[in-house]
T-cell receptor, first 119, second 111 residues
Framework: DTGVSQNPRHKITKRGQNVTFRCDPISEHNRLYWYRQTLGQGPEFLTY????????KSRLLSDRFSAERPKGSFSTLEIQRTEQGDSAMYLCASSFSRTTGSAFTETQYFGPGTRLLVL | KQEVTQIPAALSVPEGENLVLNCSFT??????LQWFRQDPGKGLTSLLLIQSSQREQTSGRLNASLDKSSGRSTLYIAASQPGDSATYLCAAYLRDDKIIFGKGTRLHILP
């Protein structure tokens, strides 16, 4: 399977616990994105990487959230001290971009998502 | 601030009908416009990507158009089938490399 994969697919945790999600992008893609989607809403941008560099973080990404892409391949998204408001679907996407400007950005391919429920 | 709006929020049509889903964006300075399909509890499947220099894209029974000057895109689905039932999302690619999504249109095709 050469698509984007995410693990785990589902996570239930208690408020205050830390959770970590993993995303494996399509192998030749140099860009990796994280989004959050709540019920009835479209996905909202959280952050993205070009290779191993984190280029932008949304204001939605509070200090409790951290994302890494250490070797420019897979990425992890960690949420510390989870709150009930963190319950959402966390989506990862990857793409190949020839430049840092989006003029040549190609289609983003999305993974199946990780559904988080904070009790 | 770029906003993406999709109308209607929900739509039910009998099988076999042709239908149009609408997407509008407030800032015409976008690069690409992409339509996705999302099944309940699942990730996003790309349907069509219209690049900035293009006005439309077609794939099978789907046709998407883009009019940047009016800030609109439409997704046309011909001869709808029950398997087309899903949420359809449009997304605008901005010049700062972000993507802004609409809230989606929930489509239900009645057998």
């Amino acid at each position: 399977d050469t698509g984007v994969s995410q693990n785990p697919r589902h996570k239930i945790t208690k408020r205050g616990q830390n959770v970590t999600f993993r995303c494996d992008p399509i192998s030749e893609h140099n860009r990796l994105y994280w989004y959050r989607q709540t019920l009835g809403q479209g996905p909202e941008f959280l952050t993205y990487f070009q290779n191993e560099a984190q280029l932008e973080k949304s204001r939605l990404l509070s200090d409790r959230f951290s994302a890494e892409r250490p070797k420019g391949s897979f990425s992890t998204l960690e949420i510390q001290r989870t709150e009930q408001g963190d319950s959402a679907m966390y989506l990862c996407a990857s793409s190949f971009s020839r430049t840092t400007g989006s003029a040549f950005t190609e289609t983003q391919y999305f993974g199946p998502g990780t559904r988080l429920l904070v009790l | 601030k770029q906003e993406v709006t999709q109308i209607p929020a929900a739509l039910s049509v009998p099988e076999g009908e042709n239908l149009v889903l609408n997407c509008s964006f407030t800032d015409s300075a976008i690069y690409n416009l992409q339509w996705f399909r999302q099944d309940p509890g699942k990730g996003l499947t790309s349907l069509l990507l219209i690049q900035s220099s293009q006005r439309e894209q077609t794939s099978g029974r789907l046709n998407a158009s883009l009019d940047k000057s009016s800030g609109r895109s439409t997704l046309y689905i011909a001869a709808s089938q029950p398997g087309d039932s899903a949420t359809y999302l449009c997304a605008a690619y901005l010049r700062d490399d972000k993507i802004i999504f609409g809230k989606g249109t929930r489509l239900h095709i009645l057998p």
